[in-house]
């Protein structure tokens, strides 16, 4: 099960589609949790016909801000919409693969103080309410949990920090740190004006967090929006171990293969022993001559895909702890470019 949540702020309305529209094109979550959508419930109409083979329900904007909406692939999950109001939105998930359910909370934190200490409030009432630990938490807070989610701007005050980690520890949820950087939101400024924040985040409930399951999170790459959005990936069942070998489609086009298969086979006469001991062998070298050849053939392909997210990962590290210069930004585009082609031909 994969989750989603993104906060599309900064977008205009063509744009908010045709990015939208391309990301669930290309999302494998089952779930995408949206902040921001700045939609009325006719727009949110008009806006759910437009992505194709996803269902959705939303609460309104409030004019020209806000606006909260959760899409669903209907052939993998199920989702139910409970209770709604202007920053969160309460849904009951049914996971059709795994036969399993769960709440899911949508929330877009206020910008002031008060405000934020109020949702928070009510939202732990909720959260009891509902009486399970297998709730997820999802969306854009507008708070942190320590100042070393925020690099520039104004120091956030005690009294907002304070008030948000109360609401984590009450309602016992466990935080989701993503596994390739920090910063969920950027400023798009350089030098000394550029700002960025941990504000768009996932929290699980204790179920989550058994010795029989693994969170994971990541931010995804995804350029236009201030906001990047956050994958929120949860495996049951116990850790897999080493997968199995398999044989890949793309072996087959290449017109060597065949002959190589051959040759290789008419190599093995070196080992002795029992017709299934030889057997044996004899398919553990053709396993490890397929590998090898695969490595050496493939590998332009990979090492590129490698290159490119490395050095993505390189800047998203000089933006936190230097901010975005215009090198930056152009360079950062010309990557996301490149690893498009890249995945494109893998």
């Known amino acids: 099960m994969k989750i989603t949540t993104w906060n599309v702020r900064g977008l205009s309305a ?5 990015l939208v529209k391309r990301v669930l094109s290309r999302s494998a979550s089952e779930i995408i949790v949206m902040q921001e959508t700045k939609l009325s419930i006719d727009n949110a109409e008009g806006f759910l016909k437009y992505c194709r083979d996803w269902e959705g329900v939303f609460q309104e904007a409030n ?29 009951n998930v049914y996971n059709i693969r795994e036969n399993s359910k769960f709440p899911l909370i949508n929330v877009y934190g206020p ?33 942190l949990l320590d100042l070393d989610q925020k690099k520039g701007g ?7 920090m304070d008030d948000f980690r109360d609401f984590v520890e009450r309602n016992q949820l466990v935080d989701v740190k993503p596994k390739n950087g920090r910063s969920t939101w950027i400023n798009r400024r350089v030098n000394f004006a550029n700002i960025s924040e941990r504000l768009d985040r996932h929290f699980i409930g204790e179920y989550w967090m058994g010795s029989s399951f693994q969170a994971e999170a990541c931010i995804l790459h995804v350029s236009l ?22 044989v890949l489609s793309m072996w087959w086009r290449d017109g060597e293969f065949l002959s190589n ?8 006469n070196i080992f002795k022993g029992t017709p299934s001991f030889f057997f044996v062998k004899r398919m ?5 001559k397929i590998k090898r050849w695969n490595r050496d053939c493939f590998k332009n392909i990979f090492e590129e895909k490698s290159r490119i997210e490395e050095a993505l990962l390189q800047i998203n590290s000089d933006t936190i702890l230097r901010g975005m210069t215009n090198d930056t930004f152009l360079r950062e585009k010309a990557l996301k470019e490149e690893l498009a082609e890249v995945l494109l031909r893998e």
């Open 14 to 18: 063509p744009n908010k589609r045709r």
């Open 63 to 91: 004019g020209s801000t806000g606006g909260l909406g959760i899409l669903w692939k209907p052939d993998s999950v199920k989702v139910n919409l409970f209770e709604k109001a202007e920053n969160w939105m309460i849904c």
């Open 111 to 143: 910008s002031k103080t008060v405000e934020k200490t109020k949702v928070w409030n009510i939202l732990t009432n909720k959260i009891k309410d509902l009486m399970s630990d297998r709730v997820v938490v999802a969306g854009d807070f507008n708070a």
């Open 154 to 160: 104004l120091r956030m005050t005690n009294k907002v």
């Open 225 to 246: 929006s201030d906001h990047f959005p956050v994958e929120l990936k949860l495996s049951e069942g116990l850790p897999k171990g080493k997968s199995s070998f398999k």
């Open 261 to 268: 298969l051959e040759r290789w086979w008419k190599e093995i």
């Open 284 to 288: 553990n070298f053709m396993k490890k």
